[in-house]
Structure formats: structure tokens, C-alpha cells
T-cell receptor, first 112, second 111 residues
Framework: NAGVTQTPKFQVLKTGQSMTLQCAQD?????MYWYRQDPGMGLRLIYY???????DKGEVPNGYNVSRLNKREFSLRLESAAPSQTSVYFC???????????FGPGTRLTVL | KQEVTQIPAALSVPEGENLVLNCSFT??????LQWFRQDPGKGLTSLLL?????REQTSGRLNASLDKSSGRSTLYIAASQPGDSATYLC??????????FGTGTSLTVIP
């Protein structure tokens, strides 16, 4: 079992470009999350999906959109990237909302 | 909003020492608290999850405690090893599905 996978592992964008970060899980979990991790800030929740077909904003949703494509996949889209979105992005899953979370390896994004 | 603090930010100990990592939270109405380990350039690995009804949770050399009334959780690592060197993060969950993370304690175990 792969657990939680994220693609790509690294990405460099120019200001204004768009991209989609992909997350997939084979743990049969209902809930999925997107976080960003910045030095000195800890992890902050961007969006989460408590179950297939639902999404909710987290602490820092501005500039991002999400799609819960099916139970396995949850994508994060940056429509017009800004340097402030330079960060490490993590996807996580849990059996249900608020249960033990399991993380993917992360995507390191640089916006120039 | 829940605020989670981990002090110290960095800690160095000699191999074999027992140590305690601290996690403080401002809102005592938590449902659960999770401890993670993060190696450089990697994702987070779940270590322990403590429910609000529990006071302790153990896994191997790790023991996590939770005191809601004082707003504290501790992670005890027995007989530390160089392989324990990593950043340790705690995350507290209140109502809803959001976990709030501390900024972590970077642990170095010196051989």
C-alpha cells in the first residue's frame, strides 16, 4: 500500500502561473486535508474534505481552490500563483474528520 | 482560535538520556491531540493520538500524556537514540475537523 501520495514533489512557478497539486490515498479514508508549512509558522490548514462531495475552508484558503474528485483523490489548485504561496504543501487523510491524520511526503513549491 | 506552543524550539541531549517534549494549548476543550515526527525534507509521521478521555498513550519507548485542565501535553522518550533526531510536532483538535499545530521542537541526540 502506498498510503498517501503527492505529485509533483518539486515545482517552480512564475508569478501568475497556475498549477494543480495532486493527492491520492489508498487507505480508504473518508477525510482529506491540504496544509501548508512555512518556517516559524507551523502547519496551517488550507482546505479539507470531510467526505466525498464536501469541501470546507480552513485557516488560510485565499488564493486556493480544491476538488474532491472521488474518495481517493483531493487536488489543490493555484489559479494565479504569488510569491507568498512559496511553501511546502502537505496532503493528509483520516478515517473520519478529526481522527488520526496520516501525511503524504509533500510538494515543495517556489513561486518566483 | 486554538493556539499551540512548543518550547523549547530546539533541544540537544546525549544518547541514552530520557527526555520530555512539551506542548501547550490555550483552549482546554480539545477532543484529541496528536504527536508527529518530521525528518528533514520529509512528511509527518504519526506517533501517538490521545483522546480527550485518556490521560496517557504509549508506543514502545514513547509515552504521551494529556492534562486538559492545565492545557499541556508531554511526549516522553525513553533511552534516546541518534535515530530519534528529528522535529517533533503536536497538533490539537477542538470542535470540527481542524487540527492546530505547534511549530515543533527540533531534537538532536548526540552519540
Amino acid at each position: 500500500n502506498a498510503g498517501v501520495t503527492q505529485t509533483p514533489k518539486f515545482q517552480v512557478l512564475k508569478t501568475g502561473q497556475s498549477m494543480t497539486l495532486q493527492c491520492a490515498q489508498d487507505m480508504n479514508h473518508n477525510s482529506m486535508y491540504w496544509y501548508r508549512q512555512d518556517p516559524g509558522m507551523g502547519l496551517r490548514l488550507i482546505y479539507y474534505s470531510a467526505s466525498e462531495g464536501t469541501t470546507d475552508k480552513g485557516e488560510v484558503p485565499n488564493g486556493y481552490n480544491v476538488s474532491r474528485l472521488n474518495k481517493r483523490e483531493f487536488s489543490l489548485r493555484l489559479e494565479s500563483a504569488a510569491p507568498s504561496q512559496t511553501s511546502v504543501y502537505f496532503c493528509a487523510t483520516s478515517r473520519r474528520g478529526g481522527y488520526e491524520q496520516f501525511f503524504g511526503p509533500g510538494t515543495r513549491l517556489t513561486v518566483l | 482560535k486554538q493556539e499551540v506552543t512548543q518550547i523549547p524550539a530546539a533541544l540537544s541531549v546525549p544518547e541514552g538520556e530520557n527526555l520530555v517534549l512539551n506542548c501547550s494549548f490555550t483552549d482546554s476543550a480539545i477532543y484529541n491531540l496528536q504527536w508527529f515526527r518530521q525528518d528533514p525534507g520529509k512528511g509527518l509521521t504519526s506517533l501517538l493520538l490521545i483522546q480527550s478521555s485518556q490521560r496517557e498513550q504509549t508506543s514502545g519507548r514513547l509515552n504521551a500524556s494529556l492534562d486538559k485542565s492545565s492545557g499541556r501535553s508531554t511526549l516522553y522518550i525513553a533511552a534516546s537514540q541518534p535515530g530519534d533526531s528529528a522535529t517533533y510536532l503536536c497538533a490539537a483538535r477542538n470542535t470540527g475537523n481542524q487540527f492546530y499545530f505547534g511549530t515543533g521542537t527540533s531534537l538532536t541526540v548526540i552519540p
